[in-house]
Every structure is written in C-alpha cells, then in structure tokens.
C-alpha cells in the first residue's frame, strides 16, 4: 500500500482529526490512536446523535467504528509528565502527529508543535481547528453545525425564501477530514523532496469555504451572486429535478443547448422542441415556469426506470434521487467497492464505506477495526523500546 511504512501518532477526538488518520490508515499508513487515560475520545460517550442510539453489542459504538478504523490503540495518562514522555519516545520514530484538540489543551499537555519538534525535527505536525489559526475566534470550540452555519453554505442551499437549510450531517467535518488527510500526504511528499518536517494546519471554516468553489469566488465579483435555486422556476428547466410516477426523483443536469433536441426526443414530445417557447436557452429561461409545469407532467407519467431507459439511450446527463439507504444496492456502488465487506471480530461479516480514492498497484484496505479503549498499549509500547518491567511500573503509576 502507498503509505506502507509512515506511522501516525493519532491524537484526535470525535470526527475530524479521527476520519483523517482512518483514511491515511486505509492507504497503509500505520496509525496508533492516543486516548487520554481514564477518558478516551469524547466520541466514545455520545450514546445517541439526532435521536439514533450509537451503542453496539459487545461495548462497541456505531460511529467510533467508522471513524477509527485500520488504527491500534493506546491509552495514556497525557497529564503526568510521565505519561507525556512516552507520547515524545514514540514520536522519536513517528511521520505525522494528528489532532484536532484546540491550542490550548495542546499546549497545556505539552502537545504543540514546539514542545514535539525537538524529539523528531522531520515530523509533520497536522492540525485541524474549528475557525484557523490566527483571528479573534481562533480558540471558539467548533463542531459540524457552526462551520456549516459561518461559511454561508446554508444560505446558498435550499430554496428562496427557505430558512437556512442544514446540509447533510457531518458534512463540515467529512471535508475538513479530507483536508487534513490532504495536507498530510503533501507534507509527506513535500518531505520526501526537501527533507524538512512542517506543521500543516486547516480549519472547517476554510474547508467549507474551498468545498463551495467557484460559488464562493463568484460572490467576490463586484455585482455577482448565485441565487438559491427555486425548484419550480428555475433558471434553466433541464437543470432541475423531477418526480416520476413510483414517487422517485430524477435530476437532470442538461446544460449545453444540444441537449434540448435529445432530451425532447427522449420525452416522445418532438412538437415541444419546436415550440417557439423553448426553442432555445433564453427563451426557456424567459418561460422556465411554464416549461417546468409541463415537464412535471410528463415525466410523472411514467417510473422512473422507463425514464432511465430513455435518458440513457439518449446520453443524457441525469440521476436517481436516492436515500443513503438505497447505496448498497446501487450496482455502481458495489462494482466500484464504495462500500466493503468485512468481517469483524464481534459482528462478523459486515459492511463498511469503501475507497473514493483507487490505486492500480497499491490498492487500500480494511485490516482492522476500531480498537478497544487501551487494546494495543503494551504491544506498542514494546515497539518502541520498554521492557515488560517499564510497562508493569508505568501501569503501577497509573501512567497507562
């Protein structure tokens, strides 16, 4: 596998920090999970999120699972001065130290970037925050919600008039994970070249930001905007989507005016793309409301497979609306292994989200769940150069 050989100090809670070592775990990189002693990840005592009950048998948690694995874990006691000197030994052997805990508690554990460096200057310091390093609200506590809410993806969502529209959930921190990861695999490369350990920093404020692209460059433009989109006069009819007759969605994404004439033979209506209404881009603009009407019509007169059929003979740009639900079962899905089996030691075979990411020769992999709370301490530890008798002491100090 590609990182087959980077090892990763993992200190990281909730989602953030734990996806982006869970994806460099995935690509071979060996990832030891920290928890504090007597605590853990904070995750590991969110018992319900929107209502859904995270517990598993066996101890285990739903969320914990995803987030964490392809890591063994340890638990340390980071308070005690002891407990941080093992943090600094293993980190002698380390690539990367990840976390996402805020710069204080970074600082008062003796976690910052200053207090690693000198054990190891080629490290690579990866750091996620909430609002970024620098500015008034650099230290504010943040989670999936507030960034969504501050980087103005909830107004850009949803219809006109509509309150502010809460995207998926954990979307802010799904794509700060992948920042984080990103930045990492380019240090790394970047140290490969020129031999010099760095801190890598990203925030969810500023992922959510890049996520918006060329909308949130739009905006800066003096006199442009990028209005929400109104489903029922939309700017453009074939830019929208429809309901078929089984109650499932259609979208369709025909932007260029050579779709028209296909997409009207697809919809057995040849009369409507000579309807002086329509017959081109601007006057289908100048008569979207019309034009939707007549579309949401037609196409809830057949299901949505007979529309499939006809859209794909057609070349046509569209898709199935699904549920998350509905991934599993979804042929492209399974063929690409966007999602995996795996047999789990407690549950047997289940399933996990595959690889956005593919490689020809060195394809990633699920080796390993998420660890139990301390599973590999002394199997790490003895790695890394203490003795059984180092570990009983450490044990006996209630250092691990």
């Not at 209404?277 to 057949?302: M, P």
Request: with cysteine; proline share 8%; glycine share 10%.
């Amino acid at each position: 596998m590609i990182l087959e050989g980077v090892q990763i100090i993992d200190w990281t809670g909730f989602l953030v920090g734990p996806v982006a070592g869970s994806m460099l775990g995935d690509l071979g990189a060996e990832v030891i999970k920290v928890e504090q002693l007597g605590r853990g990840d904070p995750l590991r005592g969110l018992q319900t999120f929107f209502g859904v009950p995270l517990g598993l048998p066996q101890g285990r948690h739903a969320a914990f699972e995803h987030h964490n694995r392809n890591k063994r874990g340890i638990v340390v006691d980071l308070e005690s001065p002891e407990g941080r000197k093992v943090i600094y030994r293993l980190v002698e052997k380390a690539d990367v130290f990840l976390t996402n805990f805020r710069p204080r508690a970074c600082a008062k554990l003796g976690m910052e970037y200053d207090d690693l460096r000198p054990h190891n200057p080629k490290l690579i310091y990866a750091r996620a925050s909430g609002f970024g390093e620098k500015g008034p609200d650099n230290g504010l506590p943040s989670i999936d919600l507030i960034p969504q809410a501050r980087s103005g993806i909830m107004m850009a969502s949803g219809e006109p008039d509509m309150p502010p529209v809460h995207i998926s959930t954990g979307l802010a921190d799904s794509v700060t994970a992948i920042m984080l990861a990103y930045g990492v695999v380019t240090a790394l490369l970047g140290r490969e070249r020129n031999g010099q350990g760095q801190m890598v920093t990203v925030s969810q404020l500023g992922s959510m930001m890049a996520l918006q692209g060329f909308v949130t460059q739009l905006r800066m433009f003096p006199g442009l905007d990028f209005p929400r989109h109104d489903r029922n006069t939309p700017s453009n009819p074939l830019y929208n989507y429809y309901k078929c007759q089984d109650g499932k969605w259609v979208a369709l994404a025909l932007i260029l005016e050579r779709h028209w004439p296909l997409f009207c033979h697809a919809l057995e209506l040849p009369e409507l793309e000579k309807d002086s209404r329509f017959e081109n881009i601007i006057k289908r603009r100048e008569n979207r409301q019309e034009l939707t009407a007549i579309l949401d019509r037609v196409i809830a007169s057949r299901p949505y497979s007979e529309w499939d059929r006809a859209f794909r003979e057609a070349d046509l740009i569209y898709g199935p609306i699904q549920e998350i639900a509905d991934l599993p079962h979804d042929p492209q899905v399974i063929e690409n292994d966007y999602m995996i089996d795996f047999d789990h030691p407690n549950f047997g075979k289940v399933q996990y989200p595959g690889f956005p990411v593919q490689f020809s020769e060195t394809p990633p992999s699920l080796r390993m769940p998420a660890p139990e709370f301390g599973q590999h301490t002394e199997e790490v530890l003895l790695e890394n150069g203490y003795s059984w008798e180092d570990i009983a002491v450490l044990g006996e100090r209630g250092v691990i």
